[in-house]
């Protein structure tokens, strides 16, 4: 009989003790390249991280647990992520990893995190970190097509059929260009000229001439900042008449301030809402987190806040949403973020299923057109 | 729209591009002139030159003038403490540690750089107006007339000082032959600081004046850095029109490559030819033969 109570004592100590775990606090891993090469990705993306953990601490967490946050920077390298992830899991115990921020760490942490059951939300854009299904693994940011898809739609009503592709010869540029490629030939588009240039490239008036001897009547330029304002100058320069198109890899205001006010005027590209949100109608569901988001950021940090820690911003969302939901535990948090619905997000609204761990739609993207230097909506 | 306009415009785009690489490829030619030293960190004081002025401007607000002037002082300044530090404690200069060490010094200062100013790009304004004026059908910028002068003006400079002053004579003596310089009384220490002065002003006033084209960020001195290098030795290292015409040379090859053959081809062009010059006239295109310089 003693035995039997102190059997029981000890299974009600025991239980009390995890319980009491349990409420304490809920640790997340995350890791970002806050340095290196995509440090413009992992910066964002750690502050807005460090400030909504903060933040959500301070209003006494979810349901009553504290969130314990451990951020390491991978610093882009695929090697390191894949060692911090081991750390993150192994001894800090971490129940869900946000990020890494680009596709390179992302793909090789992958068979980790399968393995060790941990769910994996990414802040990376590439398709295949999410196609096929991978059980564990999801992502925030839309997959690179997505903005291509938007573009050529917009195009398609303008019938402007005869497209100029001008890419930056990296990573991203090349993908834009398959993805644009594969698009266009499906949608009944024609490729008419199809050029590259350097990032490090200081004039492009060869290539723009190239391009100004063809019949296109849509000018497609695909690279991140400085290349596409140095575009943007040529086009002006060489007195074009086409209209020309940028990608959401620009979508801020120093690439109106790096091509001028003047040159840019009229250019046309596919963005996250967050560039426009206050100019957004009243009506949209993403208004309210766009501007809460923006305004935090502003408060916490003193600069506009950008898309990609919007990337972390949707992460960690999707996260809070699943322990609310659903429960703390690893396996809880995976089954939670893959039957979130309609959560509203900095990069879109998030409708996850078993068949996708992207939940984004075309929705995601805005057309936006630069009106006397500032953003509009693009009609 | 016809070949013929289509082939004035790659032409008059290749030289304004050229003309960058003329002036920067200068730069390097002063320095090796009078030390034998190739500095490869000639492209950094090219990005000093655009970061630093927009420096002065943008966040001090600065006139642009003074801008200019005070990136300029800088800059040398940077230069100078450069050479007073890294070149002049050498034991045994050979060329190779001086190689290495300009390579180290560009790394080092690139860095400090980002450190300093972060990793955005900035652009400055133009010194004459946007509007692009219309040669034979092509159109070139305000701007690019800034750099063909200032080009002109450089070598006009440098053709006096190196054939019509003290100071200039002594530092060809010095790349002749060090130690009869030396023997006839010439610092050689006084020469080499005073070319590293005069190298880093020349590459921040080129990088002035193509920032309001090109734009500027820390990084920008390593391609462009590349590409004057290219210039120069095409030219032979001479410090007047050689390297010019080398710069020309290669701006109009890299923009004919992109439009009439490839732009994915455009920058392994212009390297070939590089590579090619080296292997076929090492002593560059429009200089004769070899002589007994260093």
Known sequence: MKRCVSVVVLGAVLLFSLEALAAGTIRIGALFSVTGPASFLGEPEKKSLEMLVKDLNAKGGVKGNKIELFIEDTQGDATKA?????????????????????????????????????????????????????????????????????????????????????????????????????????????????????????????????????????????????????????????????????????????????????????????????????????????????????????????????????YAHDAFALI???IKKSGSTPEQIRNGIEQVRKLVGVSGLFTMSPTDHNGLDLSAFEMVKVVKGDWEPAK | MDLLPQLTQYAFSGLSTGAIYALIGLGFAIIYNSTGIINFAQGEFVMLGGVLTHFFLMVLKFPLVVSMAVAILVATAIGVAFERLTIRPLKRPTPLSMVIITIGGSIFIRGVAMLIWGKDTHSLPPFSGNEPLVIAGATVMPQHLWIFGLTLLVIAANKYFFYYTISGKAMRACSYNRTAASLVGIDVRRMVFLSFAISSAMGAMAGIIIAPLTMTAYDVGVMLGLKGFCAAIIGGMSSGFGTVLGGLLLGLLESLGAGLISSGYKDAIAFIILLLILFIRPQGLFSKAQTERV
């Not at chain 1, 009944?188 to 296109?216: H, N, W």
């Open chain 1, 82 to 310: 894949m060692q911090l992830a081991t750390k993150l899991i192994k001894n800090d115990k971490v129940v869900a990893i946000i990020g890494p921020s680009i596709t390179g760490d992302t793909m090789a942490i992958i068979p980790l995190v399968e393995k060790e059951q941990i769910p994996l939300v990414s802040c990376a854009a590439g398709v295949k970190i999410t196609d096929p299904v991978k059980k564990w693994v999801f992502k925030t940011p839309a997959n690179d097509h997505v903005a291509g898809e938007k573009l050529l739609e917009y195009l398609a009503a303008k019938k402007q059929k005869n497209l100029a592709l001008l890419t930056v010869s990296d990573a991203y540029g090349q993908s834009g260009r398959e993805q644009l490629k594969a698009l266009a030939a499906k949608k009944g588009f024609t490729v008419v000229a199809d050029e590259l240039y350097s990032p490090k490239d200081t004039d492009m008036t060869a290539q723009l001439t190239k391009i100004k001897g063809t019949k296109a009547d849509a000018l497609i330029c695909w690279g991140t900042n400085p290349g596409p304002a140095v575009v943007t100058r040529n086009v002006k320069q060489l007195g074009m008449k086409i209209p020309l198109y940028q990608s959401h890899g620009v979508a801020s205001k120093k690439y109106i301030e790096l091509a001028g006010v003047e040159a840019s005027e009229g250019v046309t590209l596919p963005a996250g809402k967050l560039t426009v949100y206050d100019k957004l109608k009243k009506g949209d569901p993403q208004y309210k987190v766009l501007s809460e988001y923006d305004q935090a950021y502003r408060r916490s940090y003193g600069v506009e806040a950008s898309t990609f820690g919007g």
């Open chain 1, 320 to 322: 809070v949403e699943a």
